[in-house]
């Protein structure tokens, strides 16, 4: 069975955590699409070669290794992602990645308006930028990483307003998409309106 979820939206909004929990109860496998260009921004660190050379580079190895969630590398990542070439070099693993059989489930910034136009569901997720920022903060503080509250919300609205104004797949919810504003939501509430979104689609697909 082939059945995509595009799962769309600014940092920090609860996708990441929205994704994983549907691809387990599902038993969809799962793409955090940002990892690819997160790893493309470290190979450019580590490697000094051009963004482009290094985004044809990664490989489903570099995705899990450590080091890819700092924000220096966050920073990076963003501004990689506005360069077309990078872009297209990270086309064909997500795509086949979403056409594996027995369902996946790919969060990102431009899944259900570029790479999965076709995906069964597309979510996006979105909060105001003072939650988004204030949750990051709370991620980097229990990660061990020394964080500011006001320099992460600055890097947050930075990058937000990078990947909406970007030229190539700028952020944005395709017309299709199912907004999620989790604002006001506990992780529970923005789960359960996710999940009923997937059923109601699963239930539509197998009649
Ligand atoms: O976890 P967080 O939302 O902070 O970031 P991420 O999803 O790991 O993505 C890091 C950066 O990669 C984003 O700021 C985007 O610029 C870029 N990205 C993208 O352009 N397209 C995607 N499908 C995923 C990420």
Known sequence: ????????????????????????????AHLDTGL????????????????????????????????????????????????PEVRAALVAFQRSFARRDGGAV????????VICPTAQVKLYVTASADVRARRRYDELRE????????????????????????????MRAAEDAVVIDTTDMDIAAALAAAVSVVEEKMEGTAT
């Open 1 to 28: 069975m082939q059945f995509s979820v595009a799962i769309d939206g600014p940092a920090a909004a609860g996708k990441g955590t929205i994704s994983k929990a549907l691809a387990a109860r599902f038993g969809f």
């Open 143 to 170: 990660s061990g990483q020394a964080a500011d509250f006001d320099g992460v919300l600055d890097e947050v609205l930075k990058r937000d307003a990078r990947d909406m104004g970007r030229a190539d797949a700028p």
């Open 36 to 83: 690819l260009y997160r790893a493309s921004a470290r190979k450019v660190l580590e490697t000094g070669w051009s963004p482009q050379v290094a985004a044809e580079a990664v490989t489903a190895d570099d995705l899990a290794r450590d080091g890819l969630r700092t924000q220096a590398v966050a920073e990076l990542a963003s501004q990689v992602a506005t360069i």
């Open 106 to 113: 790919l969060d990102g910034r431009d899944i259900g308006t």
